[in-house]
């Protein structure tokens, strides 16, 4: 009995189950969601997020706004000018 183990799309290494962040804008906010369950590359580290968590999400994203976030966290913003001169 052979088995199967998935590989990555990037980079061709094993997928682990895991978790992962994902962050999302929503008009000018940043919501980041922590935790997330997901089979994660254990070379490059890209996680996949099933189908089902993925529906979950897009569900949770049209009404976040009725939850009350864990904690809120300052977040530096730069210009790409800066970025580039750097």
Wanted: some cysteine; glycine content about 6%; proline content about 2%.
């Amino acid at each position: 009995m052979s088995i199967v183990v998935d590989r990555c799309d990037l980079c061709g290494g094993e997928l682990r189950s895991g978790t992962t962040i994902l962050q999302f804008w929503r008009g000018g906010e940043l919501i980041v969601i922590r935790d997330i369950e997901a089979d994660v590359c254990q070379q490059c580290g890209e996680a996949y997020i099933s189908a089902e968590v993925s529906e979950h999400l897009d569900h949770f994203l049209m009404e976040h706004h009725r939850h009350q976030p864990e904690r809120y966290f300052a977040v530096p913003q730069y210009s790409a000018a800066q970025a580039m001169s750097a």
